[in-house]
C-alpha cells in the first residue's frame, strides 16, 4: 500500500474539492477546454523545471512510495499527475472565492455584467 | 542553478508574465490573494505530507534549509509561481472571451 501514498495524496486532493465543482457549481470542469488551455502550458514548463531538477539529482523520489511508472525524464507519473491536479485545484478554488463573494476578476462577460 | 535560484528566479518570471505580458491585472485584485491564501494553507499540508513523509527528498546542497511544515521554503516559492502562472493564464482567458 505504501506505493500508493504519492497518488492517493492527488486523489485526495480531487475528492476534497470535487464538491466546489458538483455543489457550488463553479464550472471550472465544464468549461474543459480553458481549462486545459490554462493548465498544460504552465505544466510542460513545471515538468521540464523538473526533469531539470531530478537530472542533477536536487530532488528525488522514494521509489517505496509511489507506483513506480517512470515517464520521460525519469519523472515518476505521479509527478505528471501534481501538475494537472494541483493548478485544477487551483482554479476551483478561485473560482470557489468568485462565487461565494461575487468578486470580480477582470475576466466576466458583458452579459454577466 | 540551485533550487532556491530557480525558485526565486520563477517568483519573477511568473510575475512578470502576468504584469508585462498578459496584462490581467490579477495580482491587483483582492480575489487572487484571497484564493491565494486559501491555496496555500492547502499547499502546506500537502507539501507537508510529501517532505515529512520524505515521499520527496532533497539535496541539502540545493536549498537554504530553512523548512515551514517540513517543506523548504523554495516549495512555497515553486508553489506560488505554479499557482499566479495558472491563475493568470485562466484569467486571460477569459478576457479573451473564452468562458
Given amino acids: ?113 | 542553478m540551485s533550487y532556491t535560484a530557480l525558485a526565486v528566479a520563477a517568483v519573477v518570471v511568473s510575475v512578470l508574465v502576468d504584469v508585462a505580458l498578459l496584462r490581467t491585472r490579477l495580482l491587483a485584485r483582492r480575489i487572487f490573494w484571497v484564493s491565494y491564501a486559501i491555496v496555500f494553507g492547502f499547499q502546506l499540508l500537502v507539501n507537508g505530507v510529501l517532505t515529512g513523509r520524505r515521499v520527496v527528498r532533497y539535496d541539502p546542497a540545493t536549498i537554504l534549509g530553512t523548512r515551514i511544515a517540513y517543506a523548504p521554503v523554495e516549495d512555497l516559492l515553486f508553489g506560488f509561481a505554479l499557482v499566479t502562472l495558472t491563475l493568470s493564464l485562466w484569467v486571460w482567458l477569459g478576457r479573451r472571451g473564452m468562458h
Fill in chain 1, 1 to 113: 500500500m505504501a506505493h500508493l501514498t504519492y497518488l492517493a495524496l492527488l486523489v485526495g486532493c480531487l475528492v476534497v474539492t470535487a464538491p466546489l465543482e458538483l455543489v457550488l457549481r463553479v464550472r471550472v470542469y465544464a468549461r474543459w477546454r480553458r481549462l486545459l488551455l490554462a493548465v498544460l502550458p504552465v505544466a510542460v514548463v513545471f515538468l521540464c523545471w523538473d526533469a531539470y531538477a531530478v537530472h542533477r539529482h536536487q530532488w528525488w523520489y522514494d521509489a517505496a512510495q509511489i507506483v513506480g511508472l517512470r515517464l520521460p525524464g525519469h519523472l515518476p507519473v505521479e509527478e505528471v499527475l501534481f501538475f494537472l491536479v494541483v493548478p485544477v485545484c487551483a482554479i476551483l478554488g478561485f473560482e470557489a472565492v468568485r462565487v461565494v463573494t461575487g468578486w470580480r476578476a477582470g475576466d466576466e462577460s458583458e452579459r454577466h455584467q
